[in-house]
């Protein structure tokens, strides 16, 4: 018998449940990474980012809040503040998802500078033009929040607080609906992670141009090579070809130089 947690694995069927619940989570954690890749993805791929991201993001911080409560260094955080804390995580997993999802269009700068001019319109409707300048830092301020790079470490500490708040609420005894609500937030946070992670690593999109069969040549940001198709962002468009009409692909590499 091994006992893992609060998890008691003592026969086989348990251990072959326990397997094909790893090996799902794996490979849908890889899946999320990889669909951020232009790079084709494969089974071996998927398995392979997605195991490493479980044992980083979602094994190794379960352990470390594991190891505190078994010290009796926390005590439970009471249900409404659990479910506060875990609504405030959420709200700002939703804000870096669409940040990425803008940031991946090359649309940051416009929607930066309409959220300021939004911001200056709506003080000057209300008389507040003295109060324009700290709209204007308090915008940069939060668009660096919801923008810049995240360091592993703070991943780390987020998901760490993400299984403090949900722990706290199924362990409160609370209706089965809560709890349910609650988990689906944390699997919603931590695919949030996988995701976000992953665009920290590529942030840019090679540039590439698609030689159609044809001869016909298109040039913009490779986004993916995927099964049956190719896409490339263009200016504001998205354009998927059909790998049978692509003839071939030139890639830019760019090559760091010292200073």
């Known amino acids: 018998m091994l006992e893992f947690l609060p998890i008691k694995i003592e026969t086989t069927l348990d251990w072959t449940l326990v397997l094909a619940i790893v090996a799902a989570l794996a490979y849908y954690f890889g899946k999320l990474i990889n669909e951020v890749k232009p790079t084709k993805e494969t089974d071996f791929s998927n398995y392979l980012e997605g195991g490493m991201f479980l044992i980083l993001y979602v094994i190794f911080p379960a352990l470390i809040l594991y190891t505190i409560f078994n ?18 995580l959420t709200w700002f997993f939703a804000k ?25 319109e709506v003080c000057k409707k209300m008389k507040l033009s003295e109060m324009t300048e700290h709209v204007d830092r308090g915008t940069d301020i939060f668009a660096h929040l919801i923008h810049a790079p995240i360091p592993s470490y703070i991943f780390l500490v987020l998901m760490v607080l993400e299984y403090w708040f949900t722990g706290s609420v199924i362990l409160s005894g609370t209706k089965v609906i809560v709890s349910f609500f609650s988990l689906l937030m944390l699997l919603l946070g931590i695919s949030t992670i996988a995701i976000v992670s992953s665009w920290g690593n590529v942030k840019a999109y090679p540039r590439a141009t698609i030689v159609l069969t044809n001869g016909k040549r298109f040039t913009g940001d490779l986004t993916k090579i995927d099964v049956g198709y190719v896409s490339i962002l263009k200016g504001k468009n998205a354009i998927h070809f059909k790998d049978e009409n692509v003839s071939y692909i030139n890639t830019e590499v760019v090559k760091k130089t010292k200073k």
């Open 96 to 120: 870096r998802l669409a940040a990425y999802q803008i940031d991946k269009l090359k649309l940051w700068g416009y929607v930066e500078e309409l959220t300021k001019q939004k911001s200056m």
């Open 71 to 88: 010290e009796n260094v926390f005590p439970v955080i009471p249900l409404l503040w659990a479910i506060i804390g875990q609504f405030i």
